[in-house]
Nanobody, 123 residues
Framework: HVQLVESGGDSVQAGASLTLSCVASGSTYSTDCMAWFRQAPGQEREGVASIDSDRSTRYADSVKGRFTISVDNADNTLYLQMNDLKPEDTAMYTC??????????????????WGQGTQVTVS
């Protein structure tokens, strides 16, 4: 079993930057794919960025060029660097992981382990 705990969410003004962290614990020896999702009130969950064990990445069009996903295997930590934040980035951000994946995916049904989320508010 894998536990995921996010941190780094905050309330910021448009144009600011934030870095979200997701610490994985438990049986983390094999989590091929990890991802960040977000959900705003009244909206569906959206895949934001994902990364696999080969460091291949995928981004939603809405964040390309502004967000960067990375992973530090030594610390079992997934990061999301968010630059030039916009009000439409306001959402609960959640990290997710799966032991095996065939491709880097932004589809929520790919992932098995989920964190509780961290709130990002941009005004």
């Amino acid at each position: 079993h894998v536990q995921l705990v996010e941190s780094g969410g905050d309330s910021v003004q448009a144009g600011a930057s934030l870095t979200l962290s997701c610490v994985a614990s438990g049986s983390t020896y094999s989590t091929d794919c990890m991802a960040w999702f977000r959900q705003a009130p009244g909206q569906e969950r959206e895949g934001v960025a994902s990364i696999d064990s080969d460091r291949s990445t995928r981004y939603a069009d809405s964040v390309k060029g502004r967000f960067t996903i990375s992973v530090d295997n030594a610390d079992n930590t997934l990061y999301l660097q968010m630059n030039d934040l916009k009000p439409e980035d306001t959402a609960m951000y959640t990290c997710a992981a799966v032991r095996a994946c065939s491709t880097v995916s932004l589809q929520s049904d790919t992932y098995y382990y989920w964190g509780q989320g961290t709130q990002v508010t941009v005004s």
